[in-house]
C-alpha cells in the first residue's frame, strides 16, 4: 500500500510531501503496484525540491568548523621533536604513535588539541576520555556566557542555554564521552562497560534526527542512543553479571535533519559508514561486535557492511529494528560474514514505507521480508518506532542475547527458536 498521512516528525521517506503530492493529484490510494509506487518516488521528489529543498549537505562559503581548524592547528604541531600524525592515518598508526609518548606528553596533546584527541581513533581510550571532558567544559562555558548575550535573540539565548546544559549533563561524573564535536548539530558517542577489557561489544547506531540535543532523553529515554545503551548494557549486566562488555552509544555521524531528500537517500549513510568502520577499526583486538542500528540507521549499518574491518575486532551481528531498508534486496548482498538479524514491532509507522529504490530515493528491500533472508526476531512489546530497548520487550530480551552470544535463547517472530545456521562466536 500507499504509505498513509498520518506520522510523527522523523518519517525517513516523505510522509507529509506524501500528502502535498495527494493534494496535487500525484497519489491514487489504489496505487499499490510497485511500478505506480516508484512513479509516486519520482513524484515526491518534484514536490520535496518546491518545498524543502536540498539540506543538510550544504554550508556557507568560507565556514571552518571547530573540529576542522582544530585539526589544522594540529597538523602543524609537533611533539619530543615530531610531527604529530595525520587525524586520517588510521586507528593502527595513530595507536603507535601514542605508544611512543611518555604520560606527560599523551596529557599534554589532549589538553592542546581536545578536539582532535577525543575524537582520534586509535588513541587511548582513556585519553580520549580525558580530552573530552576538556572540550565540553570549554563549550559549556562558552554556551553559559552567550545564552545570556545582547547579541542574540531570544531563540538563541534560549538554544545556547539548552546545549550548556546537555555538555554540562555530558561532564557528570563516570560518563565516558568517546567522541565529541559540537559542529553544527553536534555529534557524540559514550561508553558504557570497560571499553579497554571487554570482549563482546555493542555498538548502537540511531537514525534521523539525531544530535547532540536529542542524543539523550528524560522522557521515554530508551528511545535516545544514550537510552538505548544504557538499557542494553544493563540487560547484559542482569544476564551475565561477570560477563566483560561494553556497550557504545554512537551517534558520531550526521544524521538527516527531519524530513528531507537526505533521509531518503543514502549519502550521509554513506559519510556516515566510513566513520563506523572508522570507529569498528580501532576496538580492540579478538573481540566480538554487535551492531544495533535504527530507523536511518540500518541503512548506514547496510552501506558499511560490505566493507566492515577485516582484522582487529570481528563483527559478528547486525541487528537492525524499525529499518526503512538496508540499501540492498538480500541479505546475502551485504557481502558479510556476520549474521544478520531484522525486527519490527506491529505498531511501527515505518511498516508504511515503500520498500524500494528508485533513481536513488528509497532503501531497498523491506529487511523483515521473508524474501530479504534476514533473520526476524520477536519484538513483543516494543510498541512503536522508538520503543525497542524498552524494559520488557522482546526485542530488548532477543538484543541482550545478540550481544551477549546467547544465540540458542533467541526467539524469532514466529515464536520459535531463531538459530539455524548461527554460530556461537
Known amino acids: 500500500m500507499v504509505a498513509r498521512t498520518a506520522f510523527p516528525r ?41 518545498t524543502t529543498g536540498w539540506t543538510a549537505l550544504h554550508h556557507s562559503k568560507g565556514y571552518t568548523d571547530p573540529r576542522t581548524a582544530a585539526a589544522a592547528s594540529w ?46 581513533n586509535g588513541a587511548p581510550v582513556s585519553l580520549r576520555y580525558q580530552a573530552n571532558r ?12 552567550r545564552s545570556h548575550s545582547t547579541l542574540l535573540t531570544a531563540d538563541g539565548r534560549q538554544e545556547a542555554g539548552h546545549l550548556a546544559n546537555r555538555y554540562a549533563s555530558l561532564l557528570s561524573d563516570g560518563r565516558q564521552i568517546l567522541a565529541f564535536d559540537p559542529t553544527g548539530r553536534g555529534r557524540a558517542a559514550e561508553v558504557f562497560g570497560n571499553l579497554s577489557t571487554a570482549k563482546r561489544i555493542s555498538v548502537v547506531v540511531p537514525g534521523v ?67 563506523l568502520n572508522s570507529l569498528l577499526s580501532s576496538l580492540p583486538a579478538g573481540s566480538q561486535v554487535s551492531l544495533f542500528c535504527h530507523s536511518y540507521g540500518s541503512v548506514l549499518c ?45 505498531t511501527d509507522w515505518i511498516s508504511d514505507v515503500p520498500h524500494l529504490e528508485f533513481a536513488g530515493l528509497g532503501h531497498g528491500a523491506d529487511p523483515v521480508s521473508h524474501a530479504f533472508g534476514a533473520r526476524v526476531i520477536d519484538a513483543t512489546g516494543a510498541q512503536g518506532h522508538t520503543g525497542y530497548f524498552r524494559e520488557g520487550t522482546g526485542s530488548l530480551a532477543n538484543f541482550t542475547r545478540i550481544a551477549l552470544g546467547t544465540y540458542s535463547s533467541i526467539r524469532c517472530a514466529t515464536g520459535a527458536a531463531c538459530t539455524a545456521g548461527v554460530t556461537s562466536s
Open 134 to 145: 576538556i572540550a565540553l567544559a570549554a563549550e559549556e562555558a562558552a554556551q553559559a556566557e
Open 10 to 50: 522523523g518519517y525517513p521517506f516523505i510522509p507529509h510531501v506524501h500528502r502535498e503530492a495527494k493534494s496535487l493529484g500525484f497519489v491514487d490510494e489504489r496505487f499499490s503496484s510497485p511500478s505506480l509506487r516508484a512513479l509516486l518516488a519520482l513524484a515526491v521528489v518534484f514536490v520535496m525540491l518546491a
Open 209 to 275: 534526527d539525531t544530535d547532540i540535543l536529542t542524543f539523550e532523553r528524560t522522557v521515554k529515554a530508551y528511545s535516545s542512543p544514550v537510552g538505548m545503551a544504557r538499557s542494553l548494557y544493563a540487560a547484559e549486566q542482569a544476564a551475565q553479571p561477570s560477563a566483560h562488555t561494553a556497550v557504545i552509544a554512537w551517534a558520531d555521524y550526521t544524521t538527516p535533519s527531519g524530513v528531507g531528500l537526505d533521509a531518503s537517500t543514502g549519502e550521509l549513510a554513506e559519510l556516515g559508514a566510513k566513520r
Open 75 to 120: 597538523l602543524k604541531g609537533s611533539v619530543g621533536g615530531r610531527h604529530l600524525p595525520s587525524p586520517e592515518a588510521g586507528a593502527d598508526a595513530v595507536a603507535h604513535f601514542f605508544a611512543t609518548l611518555t604520560l606527560a606528553q599523551r596529557q599534554g596533546l589532549a589538553a592542546r588539541y581536545p578536539l582532535v584527541v577525543g575524537n582520534l
Open 302 to 346: 547496510g552501506v558499511a557492511a560490505p566493507s566492515l574491518p577485516g582484522t582487529g575486532a570481528t563483527v559478528s551481528d547486525i541487528a537492525v529494528f524499525g529499518s526503512p531498508g538496508m540499501r540492498v534486496q538480500r541479505a546475502s548482498d551485504l557481502h558479510t560474514t556476520a549474521h544478520v538479524w531484522a525486527t519490527r514491532d506491529a
